[in-house]
């Protein structure tokens, strides 16, 4: 029961991070970052221009449907207008728990 119990918890502990970046020409660059921990997924937009963080935010209650049909649970999600810290040594986990800190701030 012991070697069971570890694996579930290193099962449990499993993270896994992705950043996509997108060029929509006119409506700007977007940046995703999210972080997926067990069935939780926590996800930040990064939205060049502010029209395109209002369309992001206007398809977020669509997408956290999606996730949740899929028996996925939203941690956190959301669209900030700007561009995430761009150094390749980032941590993915890092930028979306600071970015949750500004937010909540």
């Known amino acids: 029961t012991?070697?069971?119990s570890i694996k579930q918890q290193q099962k449990e502990n499993?993270?896994?991070n992705i950043r996509l970046h997108?060029?929509?020409e006119e409506l700007g660059e977007l940046t995703a970052l999210a972080s997926l921990r067990s069935k939780t997924v926590t996800a930040v937009f990064w939205a060049e221009?502010?029209?395109l963080a209002e369309k992001v935010e206007e398809q977020l209650h669509t997408l956290n449907n999606t996730?949740?049909?899929s028996g996925?649970?939203?941690g956190q999600m959301f669209c900030r207008v700007g561009k995430p810290?761009?150094?390749k040594d980032t941590n993915i986990a890092q930028l979306l728990s600071n970015s949750l800190l500004n937010t909540e701030a």
Request: overall charge negative.
């Open 2 to 4: 012991t070697i069971v």
């Open 14 to 16: 499993n993270c896994w």
């Open 22 to 24: 997108f060029d929509l």
């Open 49 to 51: 221009k502010t029209l």
């Open 67 to 69: 996730l949740s049909a």
């Open 72 to 74: 996925i649970v939203i």
């Open 85 to 87: 810290d761009n150094q």
